[in-house]
């Protein structure tokens, strides 16, 4: 248990974490290291920067296309595998609390495909070889790029919606009011 805790522990430290794209990407590397991550990170640090261009272009253009209405409260960057990958979704509800319940309302549910980006290929194979280290990498992964797209795209979202990130099913981490 101790462990599983030391990997949330170090989800909460990114979120905490103010910096940059290329900063952020150090940061996870340096919290996997100091949790005893033992896969090869090489190809994630090859593929992190173009994998956050392909999520901006997609972000902005499903916000765009399909802008979230004004009452929205939150907005959740959901994570889940395939057979051969990880993904995601975003959704939105209405109304927020603290417990993370607001995370299963899908009042704002863009139908979108379900992107593909790279750095989500050198995250899979850790989840099915360390599964805590997997959740670790993958929502601290999507924290970073929406922090990092929310600093430069802060319109596209309604004024004071609450994002978070998890796995579908998992535990959700508020990080930032926009």
């Known amino acids: 248990m101790a462990k599983l805790e030391a ?16 900063s952020s990407r150090s940061f996870i590397i340096e919290k996997a290291a100091k949790l005893g991550i033992r896969h090869d990170l ?22 765009q296309q399909k802008k979230p209405p004004a ?12 057979a051969e990958t990880v993904t995601m979704f975003i959704a939105g509800a209405e109304e927020w609390d603290e417990e993370g319940d607001w995370a299963l309302a899908k009042d704002y549910a863009p139908l ?9 290929k050198e995250i899979y194979p850790l989840l099915e070889e360390n599964l805590p280290a997997g959740l670790f990498l993958g ?7 929406a ?8 319109d596209l979202f309604p004024e004071g919606v609450i994002l978070g990130a998890g796995y579908d099913g998992g535990d959700v981490f508020d990080f930032m009011e926009v």
């Open 7 to 22: 990997y949330t522990d170090a989800i909460y430290d990114v979120i905490e974490f103010d910096g940059d794209l290329k």
């Open 71 to 82: 009452d929205l409260e939150a907005l959740c960057f959901s994570l889940y595998e395939t």
């Open 42 to 63: 090489v190809e994630y640090q090859n593929h992190y920067e173009s994998s956050y261009n392909e999520f901006e272009a997609w972000l902005s253009d499903l916000l």
């Open 112 to 120: 979108s495909i379900e992107p593909y980006f790279p750095v989500f």
């Open 139 to 145: 929502t601290s992964t999507i924290i970073a790029f």
């Open 147 to 154: 922090k990092e797209f929310a600093a430069h795209h802060q």
